[in-house]
């Protein structure tokens, strides 16, 4: 996170009255911010770190309907976000891909099969599907998958879910919603809100410079996710405010574990699940965790608990054993679950609940709990018939059909988008184009512009990264340092050292006093 170190906000206008003020930059606040936009509210949104800097970073990173949900009884979750998967793969199809998992199975295993086919069956025929193929049987004495795995999984079910680059969502939701209009202020913390005249009062302070602006809305949205219950604590002095249970989620990267292009869902002794999945080409992403957290979430870190029961997990599985000698890199996050008193943290609802005060002479304020990246523009459209309720209508639900930048291409035109990049700019090599396109789209060629070589793209940071790219994330997408660039807005801070990093931070710093 960029604590202190933030960047100053650009272009706020004179006029600081607003129809909607947003407070949180991940995925919900975001998603709120670029649905209203394009329905014609004026929006400003504050978030006080980078976007995405928290859980909408540190997810598993699935578009998925949440198959083990379906035991908890959570079938309108389970069904809406079925009915987005496709939805938003043609958003953004770019950043959004198909991916087949992979369920071994054994006799005497956690869940009869009787159990998982239903599962199964009712994953493929409740939620729309049109375009992901269907679930099918696997042979694991014949079919690849089993290479990797031990020789007692001799049947498997395979099915279809989806896998997003998540703190890339985030950003193009606000980069669309700035692009529609809304003042979008990055590393700006919301000092405090109150209510005068009908309107809020909305002070924010500046965590690069420590200068503060005031603003007024006729309505607030507090999606501070983790920070929702602080918000309201600190910022509304509501010091009874207790909606949030926080449950932290981990995830390792080790070396690629197998090179089948699908996915693992392993099934644990306890009852829990975890994935393995192909990550940025070279790796294998592993994880998740659930457990209860009490600290500041801004601390969170993976534990030595959670990283030994990641691996004996996937080790039960795996003929090599995974070893924490073997991680590469690890991150965690804190899930912010509404608080339905269930007894365990996995049990927990991951449903949104949206809960509106005020009103009748009041300004109204919306507060956002839980949610999950899949369902975001649903609990964006339900956000909005809430403000619609409170201050009025100014426009009609528009985000279904809707392109997030860079991808306005069909939904099965990935390779096609490489093919006509690479025959543009001839001199990039095959995993660069690939990159390029997985994070910009169709708005790969307008960074790289009239290029003819890579020493038109400037100064090199490692890997594949050039002072283009990073210009482009620096003026378009909020970046202004380079855990920003590495970790957010690409997943190249797994391939460079620490001197590149240096360098880059360097750089970063350099042109921010330019524009200072």
Not at 21 to 30: A, L, Q, S
Not at 130 to 148: F, I, V
Not at 377 to 396: Q, V
Request: charged residues 25%; neutral net charge.
């Amino acid at each position: 996170m960029c604590d202190a170190k933030c960047g100053g906000r650009q272009g706020v206008p004179a006029e600081d009255q607003f129809d909607i003020f947003v407070i949180g930059g991940g995925i919900n606040g975001c998603g709120i911010a670029r649905d209203a936009a394009g329905r014609g509210y004026s929006v400003a949104l504050a978030e006080m770190n980078d976007f995405a800097s928290g859980t909408s970073s540190a997810a598993t990173k699935l578009i998925h309907g949440g198959l083990r949900y379906l035991e908890h009884y959570e079938f309108r979750l389970v069904r809406e976000s079925l009915m987005e998967r496709e939805v938003l793969w043609a958003m953004a199809p770019h950043i959004i891909w198909p991916m087949r998992f992979v369920l071994p199975f054994h006799k005497g295993g956690v869940r009869p099969a009787w159990l998982i086919r239903l599962g199964l069956f009712l994953y493929d025929h409740i939620g729309g599907r049109k375009l992901l193929p269907a679930t099918k049987t696997l042979d694991m004495r014949r079919d690849p998958a089993a290479k990797p795995l031990k020789s007692l999984f001799t049947k498997a079910f395979e099915y279809s879910d989806g896998w997003v680059d998540d703190a890339r969502m985030v950003v193009l939701n606000a980069r669309d919603a700035a692009d529609r209009g809304a003042l979008i202020l990055s590393c700006s913390r919301v000092t405090s809100a109150r209510r005068e005249a009908g309107l809020w009062h909305i002070d924010v302070e500046d965590r690069a410079t420590g200068a503060g602006s005031s603003f007024k809305a006729r309505m607030l949205v507090n999606a501070a996710g983790p920070w929702v219950d602080v918000v309201l604590s600190d910022v509304f002095s509501n010091n009874s405010a207790h909606n949030v249970r926080l449950v932290q989620g981990s995830h390792i990267i080790v070396r690629r574990k197998f090179d089948d292009p699908r996915a693992y869902f392993f099934q644990n002794p306890d009852g829990r699940i975890i994935f393995a999945i192909p990550y940025e080409t070279d790796f294998t992403l592993i994880g998740t965790t659930d457990r209860d957290y009490n600290g500041d979430p801004h601390e969170v870190r993976i534990t030595d608990a959670e990283t030994d029961y990641l691996c004996k997990a996937a080790s039960e599985y795996f003929k090599e054993p995974v070893a924490p000698s073997d991680i590469v890199w690890t991150y965690s996050g804190v899930r912010p679950l509404f608080d339905d008193g269930a007894s365990k943290a996995q049990e927990a609802t991951r449903d949104y609940v949206l809960k509106v005060e005020g009103g009748k002479g009041d300004a109204p304020l919306l507060n956002i709990f839980g949610g999950k990246l899949t369902t975001y523009r649903r609990l964006g459209e339900h956000a909005l018939e809430k403000i619609i309720e409170m201050i009025g209508t100014k426009g009609a639900p528009w985000t279904a059909g809707s392109s997030l930048p860079g991808g306005d291409f069909p939904a099965t035109g990935y390779d096609a988008q490489v093919s006509a990049l690479k025959d543009r700019y001839s001199f990039l090599g095959d995993r660069h184009a690939r990159r390029l396109v997985r994070l910009y789209g169709t708005l790969a060629a307008r960074m790289l512009g009239e290029a003819k070589a890579l020493s038109d793209l400037g100064r090199h940071f490692g890997a594949d990264l050039y002072e283009v790219e990073v210009n482009w994330l620096m003026n378009r997408e909020w970046a202004r340092y380079a855990e920003d660039v590495l970790w957010r807005r690409t997943k190249l801070g797994l391939k460079v050292g620490p001197a590149e990093v240096a360098g880059l931070e360097e750089y970063m710093r350099e042109k921010m006093r330019e524009v200072a």
